[in-house]
């Protein structure tokens, strides 16, 4: 198969997996997360049950699944290695924020209040920090190879990101109305007792 073909076919399989998603996401905000089957979710999407669970493999991962790991990762090999990593680690969340509610942040909103509102999901999104931490201890690349320095990425990660979700619940508390970006910004200069990093 020729690499054209290969991006192409990603990039459907892309598309596919936003649709899905996106209709999942509104027939569980109209619906109930519970009262929505994986059935009703194929069949809004036009699609069958089995391409639903091809790209999303649990009912809980059609609203967690994202593309913030590697983002937040790419985000963090970009920073300049000669500041402190809890600053690095904010602006990254920062910047990612940032391009995340660039579009359409009600899709953003409509997930993060299922995520906080929903048992079931309330769990494996305390998973997911947990897959962003690993994140940016990863996007630290050689910063991060030995046992302390692994450690001490994961400290700062674990920190900011912990910053990250109290800025998140207020988000979805004001109903969006604030922007992210600056409300992860005034989180972490909380935790940072300093300026907040890429406050815009």
Same mark, same amino acid.
């Given at each position: 198969?020729?690499?054209?073909? #290969?991006? %192409?076919? =990603?990039?459907? @399989?892309?598309? &596919?997996?936003?649709?899905?998603?996106?209709?999942?996401? $509104? +027939?569980?905000?109209?619906?109930?997360?519970?009262?929505?089957?994986?059935?009703?979710?194929?069949?809004?999407?036009?699609?069958?049950?089995?391409?639903?669970?091809?790209?999303?493999?649990?009912?809980?991962?059609?609203?967690?699944?994202?593309?913030?790991?590697?983002?937040?990762?790419?985000?963090?090999?970009?920073?300049?290695?000669?500041?402190?990593?809890?600053?690095?680690?904010? #602006?990254? %969340?920062? =910047?990612?924020? @940032?391009?995340? &509610?660039?579009?359409?942040?009600?899709?953003?909103?409509? $997930? +993060?209040?299922?995520?906080?509102?929903?048992?079931?999901?309330?769990?494996?999104?305390?998973?997911?920090?947990?897959?962003?931490?690993?994140?940016?201890?990863?996007?630290?690349?050689?910063?991060?190879?030995?046992?302390?320095?692994?450690?001490?990425?994961?400290?700062?990660?674990?920190?900011?990101?912990?910053?990250?979700?109290?800025?998140?619940?207020?988000?979805?508390?004001?109903?969006?109305?604030?922007?992210?970006?600056?409300?992860?910004?005034?989180?972490?200069?909380?935790?940072?007792?300093?300026?907040?990093?890429?406050?815009?």
């Amino acid at each position: 198969m020729s690499e054209r073909q #290969s991006t %192409l076919r =990603e990039r459907r @399989r892309a598309e &596919t997996q936003r649709a899905i998603q996106r209709h999942a996401v $509104r +027939l569980f905000v109209e619906r109930g997360y519970d009262r929505t089957t994986v059935n009703d979710v194929a069949e809004a999407a036009g699609v069958s049950p089995m391409t639903v669970y091809r790209h999303f493999p649990t009912k809980e991962d059609l609203v967690l699944v994202d593309q913030n790991g590697p983002l937040l990762a790419e985000r963090i090999a970009a920073t300049p290695a000669g500041q402190p990593l809890a600053r690095r680690v904010g #602006s990254a %969340l920062v =910047e990612s924020a @940032r391009t995340l &509610t660039a579009g359409d942040d009600g899709f953003l909103l409509a $997930r +993060l209040r299922l995520m906080i509102s929903t048992p079931a999901l309330r769990a494996r999104h305390l998973d997911n920090q947990y897959v962003l931490q690993q994140a940016i201890v990863d996007g630290l690349g050689a910063e991060a190879a030995g046992p302390d320095q692994a450690f001490r990425a994961a400290a700062a990660a674990s920190a900011c990101l912990a910053a990250m979700h109290t800025a998140l619940v207020r988000w979805a508390a004001d109903d969006g109305r604030s922007e992210l970006p600056d409300l992860i910004a005034e989180a972490l200069a909380a935790v940072l007792d300093d300026v907040a990093p890429g406050r815009g």
